[in-house]
């Protein structure tokens, strides 16, 4: 299975400043998903990072607001900009090498905004 | 909208007895079906999957049962440890209206106790 490491793991930040987070895959992979986990909740899908391209954003996430870059296939990043306290989630690296392979997860970030 | 449940937010049991975790699906699209297992303070770790046209699959002390009629999926462990302490999930990917991309959506999560 691909290994992910994420960076930071965890992080206090003070509203209105940005924080970008780092994914980094041991191994190419197809696809680079970043999802967010609010305290005591589930996953949510924010958006699929392509490689080259815009990353695709699902409902109630835009670019502005959680920008992402995925400059080659082992790598991206998630920044999460102006931040509020509602922001204060558990970030999620994901990654699969096509549509039905197993999908992986990295150890998350914890960011807590004041 | 589509949506991923579970019937039950907590589970405990004691160690050695089997547990059943339930999900309830309602995309009919939906063809591949995944159960993780996420410890405190680590992300999600893919336990079994299996696919649409399976209605039971097998691993090692897990069993995932597939009922497409009722739309429901189980994970049974069998002999539970103390390290099966953990928020289980389920999961299930299909293609979903306007959408073009699979993507793997999430139900709300049980949180496996297992007493010594």
């Known amino acids: 299975s691909a290994v992910i490491s994420q960076k930071p793991s965890r992080d206090i930040c003070q509203r209105g400043t940005s924080l970008t987070i780092q994914c980094q895959v041991d191994s190419q992979v197809t696809m680079m998903f970043w999802y967010r986990q609010q305290p005591g909740q589930s996953l949510t899908l924010i958006a699929t990072?392509?490689?080259?391209?815009?990353?695709?954003?699902e409902s109630g996430f835009v670019i502005d607001k959680f920008p992402i870059s995925r400059p080659n296939l082992t790598f991206s990043t998630l920044t999460v900009s102006n931040m509020s306290p509602e922001d204060s989630s558990i970030y999620l690296c994901s990654v699969q090498e096509s549509s039905y392979n197993e999908q992986f997860f990295g150890p998350g970030t914890r960011l807590t905004v004041l | 909208g589509e949506s991923v449940g579970l019937h039950l937010p907590t589970l405990s049991v004691q160690e050695g007895d089997n547990s059943i975790i339930n999900c309830a699906y309602s995309?009919?699209?939906?063809?591949?079906f995944i159960w993780y297992k996420q410890e405190s303070g680590k992300g999600p770790q893919f336990i079994i999957d299996?696919?649409?046209?399976?209605d039971k699959r097998q691993g090692q002390r897990v069993t995932v049962l597939l009922n497409k009629t009722v739309k429901h999926l189980s994970l049974q462990i069998a002999a539970t440890q103390p390290g099966d302490s953990a928020v289980y999930f389920c999961a299930e990917k299909g293609r979903y209206s306007g959408g073009s991309n699979y993507k793997l959506t999430f139900g709300k999560g049980t949180l496996l106790t297992v007493n010594p």
């Open positions: 995309n009919s699209a939906s063809d591949y």
């Open positions: 990072a392509n490689q080259g391209s815009e990353a695709t954003y």
């Open positions: 299996i696919r649409s046209n399976m």
